[in-house]
Every structure is written in C-alpha cells, then in structure tokens.
C-alpha cells in the first residue's frame, strides 16, 4: 500500500475511532453517525488516497470545484456519495442537481422552489436538508430558527422536497453544544431524523447532541 494512503487510512482511523468513542460515551450509536470527509479546496490527487483507502462520502462548497473534479474521480471509484454543503445560487441549481447526491443547503423559499423543478426535470430526487442559521448570524446562510419547523413543512408539502435533516454551521468562539441541541430539538419539531452538524473542532460535542452526520475537513487532509 503507497505511504500516501497509509497516511489517509491513519487519519481516517483516528477520526472514526474517535467518532466510536464518543458515540458509546453519550450513548449514541456510531453505526447512525457517518463521516463526510470535507474536500472543498483539496486537489483530485489529495483526495484520492482516501478513495483508496475507502472512504466514499465527501462534500464540497461549489458546484464549480465539483465539476471540476468529481466527474473523472467518480469514474475511477464507484459508490461515491458528494453532499453540497455551500451557500447554493439558483442559477447553479441545474448543475447542482447533476453533480450532487445530497443538497444540504437548502434555505430559501426560491432555491426550495428552483431545485424541485430541476430535480423533477432531471428525473432525480435527492435528498436535501434544511440548513438554520443556528446563531442569527447576518454574514451565514440558513433559515432563522423561528422559521425552520415552517419551512420544512413548506419544501415538503408545497414543492415536494425529501427533506431530511437540518444542517447548521455555529458561531465561530462561542461553545457550540447549545446550538447544536437547539438544532436537535428542531429537528424533532420539524418531524426530520437527520442533523449534519459538527466540523474538525467539534464533532464529538455534535455527536453527543445527537448528530448523524459530521463534515470533517482538516482533521483529514490538514489545513487549507
């Protein structure tokens, strides 16, 4: 096995070992948690020795960096599962729908409604979450809180969406926990078994709030 992938399997490793751990500490199951490794900005050659060693989830931030690497590495490793999990325009709605098998981003009355015609053009349903501004932060993308349980119903009922889960990114230097239990308990409300929440920094705090999924960039590939 070439160094480089060695490299990729350890860190994998270390990351799932550390995902068990704190499933079976908070009494989760690790077998409902799974790990997005978090490509965005990485070369196809950075990326490969962790296809290699096996690992089939990743996401990305723009539909342009994907397109332009995804495609070729999908035709060498098959089973690839690539989520969106950057602010998605309607204008790249087409693509998105082409490129991605998850949509984590949805977080407008518009994008819900671009993206099931273009799924319905496409003759493809992926499955999408909402993400919440969890943190009422200007700068972010996300539905506000108070809007969230609402217009989940929204994508589903009026535009036909298969939502399911919410997503959300915290605010920077604040603790996250509570921002990730305030997302569990939408989640529960808006009636969605999904939460994508938890980064490199605090993934096992979102595991022990209840995540499914944790987006994990540098702990993998190292720092941008």
Not at 117 to 145: D, S, T, W, Y
Not at 179 to 188: C, E, G, P
Request: hydrophobic share 45%; net charge neutral; with cysteine.
């Amino acid at each position: 096995m070439a160094d480089n992938v060695v490299s990729a399997k350890t860190a994998l490793d270390a990351i799932t070992s550390r995902m068990e751990r704190a499933a079976a500490r908070f009494g989760q199951s690790a077998q409902k948690v799974e790990l997005i490794a978090v490509s965005k900005t990485f070369s196809a050659e950075v990326i490969v020795p962790f296809l290699e060693a096996g690992q089939r989830l990743f996401a990305e931030n723009r539909v342009q960096e994907a397109k332009e690497k995804w495609p070729s590495l999908r035709e060498r490793f098959a089973g690839v599962e690539l989520h969106l999990i950057g602010p998605l325009q309607t204008n790249k709605a087409r693509e998105a729908v082409a490129l991605f098998d998850v949509i984590q981003t949805v977080d407008r009355e518009r994008l819900a409604a671009v993206l099931a015609a273009e799924m319905r053009r496409a003759g493809r349903q992926l499955p999408c979450f909402v993400q919440v501004n969890i943190g009422a932060e200007e700068q972010k993308a996300g539905i506000a809180v108070a809007d969230t349980v609402a217009f989940v119903r929204r994508c589903r009922d009026e535009h036909g969406l298969d939502i399911v889960g919410l997503m959300c990114i915290p605010p920077d230097g604040q603790p996250a926990g509570p921002f990730f239990a305030q997302l569990a308990l939408l989640a529960r409300e808006a009636q969605v078994p999904q939460l994508s929440m938890g980064m490199s920094g605090d993934f096992e705090t979102a595991i022990a709030m209840g995540a499914t999924h944790v987006r994990v960039g540098s702990a993998l590939f190292g720092h941008r």
